[in-house]
Nanobody, 123 residues
Framework: QVQLVESGGGLVQAGGSLRLSCVATGRTFSRYTMGWFRQSPGKEREFVAAIGWIGGSTYYADSVKGRFTISRDNSKNTVYLRMNSLKPEDTAVYYC????????????????WGQGTQVTVSS
């Protein structure tokens, strides 16, 4: 079992930045692919970014490429999502998730989820 706790959300103006953190407890963090997803009211949960545990490969949704950066610190059991140039459409609850796959495959491969942290971007 893996427990995930997100933090770092908040209210920011358009063009601003935030850094989300997700701390994992439980089994070996370094052997999990970690992902960030988001969900806004009335919409389905969507993929944002992921980082694999083999080679540290990174994956991004087209909507955040060039603005968001995912990274991990295995010594701290933590995955980060640095979000720059935020837009109002980035407003959502952001969820951290863990997959036992060595790289990002898809939504259904993530078995463990955090409770989410709210990000609100004002125009």
């Amino acid at each position: 079992q893996v427990q995930l706790v997100e933090s770092g959300g908040g209210l920011v103006q358009a063009g601003g930045s935030l850094r989300l953190s997700c701390v994992a407890t439980g089994r070996t963090f370094s052997r999990y692919t970690m992902g960030w997803f988001r969900q806004s009211p009335g919409k389905e949960r969507e993929f944002v970014a992921a980082i694999g545990w083999i080679g540290g490969s990174t994956y991004y949704a087209d909507s955040v490429k060039g603005r968001f950066t995912i990274s991990r610190d295995n010594s701290k059991n933590t995955v980060y999502l640095r979000m720059n140039s935020l837009k109002p459409e980035d407003t959502a609850v952001y969820y951290c998730a863990a997959s036992e796959r060595p790289w990002h495959i898809g939504f259904m491969e993530y078995s463990y989820w955090g409770q989410g942290t709210q990000v609100t971007v004002s125009s």
